[in-house]
């Protein structure tokens, strides 16, 4: 089995798609920090941003069901805002008896806690549709066009190279592992032994891949040596930018702008 | 599913403010930058095939998972496993690289707050770790088992200071109140960090079985260790006193309680060791804080001790 399945890259031919990957991952970026900026409670400029993302979702021909099936990832998180629901002080909205406890809901509380769900789901929508309409080579020329240096760029490509080979190998592991640990048919009766030897068998799995990863590493510098690399990390030069496409960028960036000003000088 | 963040630690966009993001990702820019240099004067030309394969490896290693009870599973973060394996400042460089492609490809944690997940699972977790091993490495004079015992208690703390981290970035934006986040996620990684210990442990037994020089390179410290053992034990000190200070604020739940009078009520929860994270008898408030924290850190290290100590006598 192979886990091509992992890329989230959907190869489509739409505007999104063809968009230059260097300003896709500028207008992502600038997004989520808007996103990030927008005051709490400012419930018409979510949805006019939610419009926005909604739009271009549609434009990217991936179906808004697709990212709202990914966008699930962060929800879990949300947990860890609740408690602020019941600790934010402000006027009380509305009280839970829970045996002898009484949780008193505070407004500004709710608002808080909609407010982060509401953003970081947004923001999930956003990093999906750039990497669902982006392949991982032009990302890393919108990296290296951000100043990311070029030597860790290089480090990201190479992990993107063997990541599938990796986990094809982690997968072939743990395929030997179901196999010899003894599965029962009956229901109540676990495989394997006790926990600690589990953990142990595991650590074993994670330290033989570490060292086939090793090995593998010191093959591929080989190969790399005889292939004349002398340790400097070359590239080729950006191609330049199509001047409607600076002309979008400043366009898109402007309107960010407008829409957290309008934020501010009414909910601020 | 297999792309499902293995902790509860990638944090995603929104849940932090933005200026708590762009501060954490200033620090970490300037550790990043500072590895590079690093990394590039100790391995030279082997350092793009040695960290992008290890990036993988970390990243595939971190779906390995063994069942716990029920429905629960242990799994592994890598940073102390990296740092034992690869040196401080390529083990940043490597936690760097997995937790961003989590992040830019899987949105498992999330773009703005990538600074922050960088420096809670890179710099955090590779300097705790870091400390933590040498340290009780070289207290064992090394010793077989002193590899285990160190790497144990160095995968541990690295979760734990790490989530410690986790929690105050989110009590700082406002998003948790101190003294529920932190306890809690103090109270869930340091179970979470057993799990990762005795995986880290297994690594290290079947590394030790076939390559044991990898892991005898007690000759030669890396340029710059000294740094980073330096700013793992002040991550350590600085998170266990910073954290009880937090939560000793009168916001979060005990405002509530005062509100609602469910103070009688809920006198003595669990994670309250030591009455208020005070030690009675100390007047000065802040001062009996940091004691508290030092305390709690001392604690815990020297459990950590016994706990390899008794070992040594079994293994014997």
Redesign the interface.
């Given at each position: 089995m192979h886990v091509h399945f992992?890329?989230?890259y959907r190869q489509r031919s739409s505007p999104i798609h063809r968009l230059d990957p260097r300003i896709k991952l500028i207008l992502?970026?600038a997004f989520?920090?808007t996103?990030?900026?927008v005051p709490s409670g400012a419930w018409p400029v979510y949805i006019l941003l939610l419009a926005l993302l909604i739009s271009a979702e549609m434009l990217s021909e991936l179906g808004i069901g697709y990212v709202m099936k990914?966008?699930a990832?962060?929800l879990?998180?949300v947990l860890?805002?609740l408690?602020?629901m019941?600790?934010m002080?402000g006027a009380s909205l509305t009280s839970l008896h829970i045996a002898?406890?009484?949780?008193?809901i505070s407004q500004p509380g709710l608002e808080?806690v909609i407010s982060?769900?509401?953003?970081?789901?947004?923001?999930?929508q956003a990093?999906?549709v750039l990497?669902s309409s982006t392949s991982?080579p032009d990302?890393l020329i919108a990296l290296r066009a951000l100043r990311v240096?070029r030597?860790?760029v290089?480090?990201?490509?190479?992990?993107?190279?063997?990541?599938f080979?990796?986990?094809d190998?982690?997968l072939r592991?743990?395929r030997a592992r179901s196999a010899r640990s003894g599965e029962s048919g009956q229901p109540g009766v676990?495989k394997?032994g006790s926990?600690?030897w589990?953990?142990?068998?595991?650590?074993?799995?994670?330290?033989?891949?570490?060292?086939?990863?090793?090995e593998?590493?010191?093959r591929?510098?080989m190969a790399?040596l005889s292939r004349g690399?002398?340790?400097e990390?070359r590239a080729l030069p950006l191609p330049a930018l199509k001047p409607y496409h600076i002309a979008m960028l400043v366009i898109l960036l402007v309107f960010f702008a407008l829409i957290l000003a309008f934020a501010f000088l009414v909910w601020g | 599913m297999i792309l499902s963040s293995t902790l509860p630690m990638h944090i995603p966009d929104g849940f932090l403010s933005t200026l708590v993001s762009l501060l954490l990702w200033l620090m970490s820019i300037a550790v990043i930058a500072y590895a590079l240099k690093r990394v590039g004067a100790d391995l030279g030309e082997r350092q793009v095939p040695l960290m992008g394969v290890l990036a993988a490896a970390i990243f595939a290693a971190q779906m390995l998972n063994f069942t716990v009870v029920g429905g629960t599973s242990g799994h592994l973060m890598g940073a102390a496993i990296a740092v034992i394996l690869l040196g401080p400042w390529a083990a940043i460089l490597v936690m760097t690289c997995v937790v961003s492609i989590q992040a830019l490809i899987f949105q498992d944690g999330g773009l703005l707050v990538l600074g922050a997940n960088i420096f809670n699972m890179g710099v955090v977790g590779v300097c705790v770790s870091y400390f933590t091993y040498q340290t009780v490495k070289r207290l064992l004079r090394g010793k077989t088992w002193g590899i285990f015992a160190g790497g144990f208690t160095a995968a541990w703390l690295s979760i734990v200071v790490a989530a410690l981290a986790t929690a105050l970035e989110l009590t700082f934006s406002n998003t948790s109140p101190a003294n529920i986040a932190i306890p809690a996620m103090a109270g869930i990684h340091a179970l979470i960090g057993i799990g990762e210990g005795l995986i880290t442990v297994g690594a290290l037994a079947f590394v030790n079985a076939t390559r044991p020089d990898l892991l005898n390179t007690e000759s030669k410290t890396p340029a710059g260790g000294k740094a980073v053992w330096v700013g793992g034990l002040l991550f350590a000190f600085v998170l266990a006193i910073a954290s009880p200070l937090a939560s000793s604020f009168p916001d979060g739940l005990e405002w509530v309680a005062e509100q609602h009078g469910f103070l009688e009520t809920a006198r003595d929860p669990l994670y309250k060791l030591i009455p208020d994270y005070l030690i009675p008898g100390i007047s000065n408030t802040a001062l009996a804080t940091i004691l508290a924290g030092i305390l709690g850190t001392l604690i815990v290290f020297f459990v950590a001790l016994a706990v390899a100590y008794t070992r040594r006598k079994r293994s014997v």
């Amino acid at each position: 089995m192979h886990v091509h399945f992992l890329d989230p890259y959907r190869q489509r031919s739409s505007p999104i798609h063809r968009l230059d990957p260097r300003i896709k991952l500028i207008l992502t970026l600038a997004f989520i920090l808007t996103n990030a900026l927008v005051p709490s409670g400012a419930w018409p400029v979510y949805i006019l941003l939610l419009a926005l993302l909604i739009s271009a979702e549609m434009l990217s021909e991936l179906g808004i069901g697709y990212v709202m099936k990914r966008s699930a990832l962060a929800l879990p998180f949300v947990l860890a805002a609740l408690p602020v629901m019941f600790t934010m002080p402000g006027a009380s909205l509305t009280s839970l008896h829970i045996a002898s406890w009484t949780l008193t809901i505070s407004q500004p509380g709710l608002e808080r806690v909609i407010s982060v769900a509401l953003k970081s789901w947004l923001s999930v929508q956003a990093a999906i549709v750039l990497a669902s309409s982006t392949s991982f080579p032009d990302l890393l020329i919108a990296l290296r066009a951000l100043r990311v240096p070029r030597l860790l760029v290089s480090v990201f490509g190479l992990m993107w190279r063997y990541l599938f080979v990796l986990v094809d190998e982690v997968l072939r592991l743990m395929r030997a592992r179901s196999a010899r640990s003894g599965e029962s048919g009956q229901p109540g009766v676990r495989k394997g032994g006790s926990i600690l030897w589990r953990a142990r068998v595991t650590g074993n799995m994670a330290g033989s891949l570490f060292l086939r990863g090793i090995e593998r590493s010191d093959r591929i510098y080989m190969a790399m040596l005889s292939r004349g690399y002398d340790g400097e990390v070359r590239a080729l030069p950006l191609p330049a930018l199509k001047p409607y496409h600076i002309a979008m960028l400043v366009i898109l960036l402007v309107f960010f702008a407008l829409i957290l000003a309008f934020a501010f000088l009414v909910w601020g | 599913m297999i792309l499902s963040s293995t902790l509860p630690m990638h944090i995603p966009d929104g849940f932090l403010s933005t200026l708590v993001s762009l501060l954490l990702w200033l620090m970490s820019i300037a550790v990043i930058a500072y590895a590079l240099k690093r990394v590039g004067a100790d391995l030279g030309e082997r350092q793009v095939p040695l960290m992008g394969v290890l990036a993988a490896a970390i990243f595939a290693a971190q779906m390995l998972n063994f069942t716990v009870v029920g429905g629960t599973s242990g799994h592994l973060m890598g940073a102390a496993i990296a740092v034992i394996l690869l040196g401080p400042w390529a083990a940043i460089l490597v936690m760097t690289c997995v937790v961003s492609i989590q992040a830019l490809i899987f949105q498992d944690g999330g773009l703005l707050v990538l600074g922050a997940n960088i420096f809670n699972m890179g710099v955090v977790g590779v300097c705790v770790s870091y400390f933590t091993y040498q340290t009780v490495k070289r207290l064992l004079r090394g010793k077989t088992w002193g590899i285990f015992a160190g790497g144990f208690t160095a995968a541990w703390l690295s979760i734990v200071v790490a989530a410690l981290a986790t929690a105050l970035e989110l009590t700082f934006s406002n998003t948790s109140p101190a003294n529920i986040a932190i306890p809690a996620m103090a109270g869930i990684h340091a179970l979470i960090g057993i799990g990762e210990g005795l995986i880290t442990v297994g690594a290290l037994a079947f590394v030790n079985a076939t390559r044991p020089d990898l892991l005898n390179t007690e000759s030669k410290t890396p340029a710059g260790g000294k740094a980073v053992w330096v700013g793992g034990l002040l991550f350590a000190f600085v998170l266990a006193i910073a954290s009880p200070l937090a939560s000793s604020f009168p916001d979060g739940l005990e405002w509530v309680a005062e509100q609602h009078g469910f103070l009688e009520t809920a006198r003595d929860p669990l994670y309250k060791l030591i009455p208020d994270y005070l030690i009675p008898g100390i007047s000065n408030t802040a001062l009996a804080t940091i004691l508290a924290g030092i305390l709690g850190t001392l604690i815990v290290f020297f459990v950590a001790l016994a706990v390899a100590y008794t070992r040594r006598k079994r293994s014997v």
